[in-house]
């Protein structure tokens, strides 16, 4: 049997304008765009990203698909097989399906599980990924903050599946980037003030979004629980970035100058 291409499409952390040349092209000519979304009755976020550059509904379906945002493995498993579901018969008709996904497909995304599935499924099938600018992107770009330099290194934690070894991971990295917070703010601040960074870190809510919120001094929020678009982001910045030789300030300028 032949089918139809599988497409997974990084549209970026949520501005419209932050999609590639390449997603908006693969968006325009899929058959089926499918979207999806964390409840029945909230919005995709990936749609509000994409629906600029979308067809018309009577040239292109909007399959939308839900996926609860729950640790239940039961809970995740229904979602799949329901969508799985609803997809396949799309491939088997040869129709091409850009599965629309937030940041990038790659990076925490839901398209993993099907981009795995995808070949034992239908086996023989080809599976595109279109890479996105992800929200460890986006991140630094709102808040200035760079995330590497020469010899520095980066940790990326999602934190809402536990943070037990944040001070260790704080200890070793120059620079950590905490994602998908939920309810753990309270133990994050707990790391943060026995590792004395509590003023290296910067908390960011839907980064590049209208809504975008952005906390400089952590020290002057509450341990809320964080949304799913939260962010924080902790820079040491105590290594140089000149990877050899000596690092002095008049040594710099010298070697500037020479």
Same mark, same amino acid.
């Given at each position: 049997?032949?089918?139809?291409?599988?497409?997974?499409?990084?549209?970026?952390?949520?501005?419209?304008?932050? &999609?590639? +040349?390449? %997603?908006?092209?693969?968006?325009?000519?899929?058959? @089926?765009? /499918?979207? #999806?979304?964390? $409840?029945?009755?909230?919005?995709?976020?990936?749609?509000?990203?994409?629906?600029?550059?979308?067809?018309?509904?009577?040239?292109?379906?909007?399959?939308?698909?839900?996926?609860?945002?729950?640790?239940?493995?039961?809970?995740?498993?229904?979602?799949?097989?329901?969508?799985?579901?609803?997809?396949?018969?799309?491939?088997?008709?040869?129709?091409?399906?850009?599965?629309?996904?937030?940041?990038?497909?790659?990076?925490?995304?839901?398209?993993?599980? &099907?981009? +795995?599935? %995808?070949?034992?499924?239908?086996?023989?099938?080809? @599976?595109? /990924?279109? #890479?996105?600018? $992800?929200?460890?992107?986006?991140?630094?770009?709102?808040?200035?903050?760079?995330?590497?330099?020469?010899?520095?290194?980066?940790?990326?934690?999602?934190?809402?599946?536990?943070?037990?070894?944040?001070?260790?991971?704080?200890?070793?990295?120059?620079?950590?980037?905490?994602?998908?917070?939920?309810?753990?703010?309270?133990?994050?601040?707990?790391?943060?003030?026995?590792?004395?960074?509590?003023?290296?870190?910067?908390?960011?809510?839907?980064?590049?979004?209208?809504?975008?919120?952005?906390?400089?001094?952590?020290?002057?929020?509450?341990?809320?629980?964080?949304?799913?678009?939260?962010?924080?982001?902790?820079?040491?910045?105590?290594?140089?970035?000149?990877?050899?030789?000596?690092?002095?300030?008049?040594?710099?300028?010298?070697?500037?100058?020479?």
């Amino acid at each position: 049997m032949t089918y139809g291409t599988l497409y997974g499409v990084g549209v970026g952390p949520g501005a419209p304008d932050l &999609l590639t +040349r390449r %997603a908006i092209k693969v968006l325009r000519r899929a058959d @089926v765009i /499918v979207l #999806p979304r964390s $409840s029945y009755y909230g919005e995709s976020v990936a749609w509000k990203t994409v629906r600029t550059v979308a067809r018309k509904p009577e040239e292109q379906e909007h399959l939308f698909l839900t996926f609860p945002m729950k640790r239940d493995p039961t809970r995740h498993k229904e979602a799949w097989d329901k969508a799985f579901a609803k997809i396949g018969p799309r491939l088997e008709r040869g129709l091409s399906v850009a599965f629309a996904t937030e940041g990038d497909p790659s990076l925490y995304s839901t398209f993993i599980y &099907l981009q +795995r599935e %995808a070949p034992i499924r239908w086996p023989g099938i080809r @599976v595109m /990924v279109i #890479p996105g600018v $992800s929200s460890v992107a986006a991140v630094p770009a709102v808040t200035g903050i760079p995330l590497a330099d020469g010899l520095e290194r980066v940790a990326i934690i999602p934190a809402g599946y536990g943070v037990t070894d944040l001070v260790d991971v704080l200890n070793r990295f120059d620079t950590t980037i905490l994602m998908k917070i939920g309810s753990e703010m309270e133990n994050i601040f707990e790391a943060l003030r026995i590792t004395g960074l509590t003023d290296k870190a910067t908390y960011v809510s839907r980064a590049t979004m209208p809504q975008q919120r952005m906390v400089g001094n952590i020290r002057e929020m509450t341990p809320e629980r964080g949304d799913c678009f939260a962010m924080i982001i902790v820079s040491r910045k105590e290594r140089s970035g000149v990877l050899a030789g000596d690092v002095s300030p008049g040594k710099l300028l010298e070697k500037a100058d020479a």
